[in-house]
């Protein structure tokens, strides 16, 4: 069986070979044996130190079964004191919480948003400027409704005297 973070590392090599748009979440880390290698190798991840993500890496404590019913508020300050006691204090704290998840994700898409309205006003004056040119090349319009129906008729007749003399 392979293990779920290197299925996760896998589909981030195929969608984002260069890891410039993902965020690294792991969660249950209360999971994880005290002092443990799996536990340094998590730790190491967080710090962007074994597979480096321009975005970096975040921590969460998920609710245990035990603690299911909990209130968010209670869910909160279980996850505060983890983070405050277990080996992941060492790490900064914007990379570990609910709170600071939700403030980063913010943040990333304002900044996504923000480029791409970039991108759509350069693309939108584009399309402006290939409209008006495509306009121009229908020629001046006639100023007045009578002055369109002289140049139908005359049209006519000429496509008429035209044919009659072919």
């Not at 300050?77 to 609910?98: C, D, H, M, Q, W």
């Not at 350069?122 to 495509?134: G, P, T, V």
Request: proline content about 4%; charged content about 30%; some cysteine.
């Amino acid at each position: 069986m392979v293990p779920p973070i290197n299925q996760f590392l896998e589909r981030v090599r195929r969608v984002d070979p260069k890891r410039g748009r993902t965020l690294g979440i792991i969660t249950k880390p209360d999971r994880l044996p005290a002092g443990s290698g799996s536990e340094s190798k998590f730790l190491e991840l967080t710090r962007n130190e074994e597979v480096f993500f321009k975005l970096g890496w975040h921590v969460l404590k998920n609710r245990s079964f035990e603690e299911g019913a909990s209130s968010l508020i209670e869910r909160n300050e279980s996850e505060a004191t983890y983070f405050r006691t277990s080996n992941f204090k060492s790490l900064p704290k914007k990379n570990v919480g609910i709170d600071t998840l939700r403030s980063r994700l913010s943040l990333l898409l304002f900044e996504h948003v923000k480029e791409e309205l970039h991108r759509l006003r350069q693309d939108l004056e584009l399309a402006i400027l290939n409209a008006r040119s495509q306009f121009a090349l229908l020629g001046n319009r006639h100023p007045q409704l009578g002055d369109t129906r002289y140049t139908s008729l005359n049209s006519y007749y000429l496509s008429r005297n035209f044919q009659g003399s072919c």
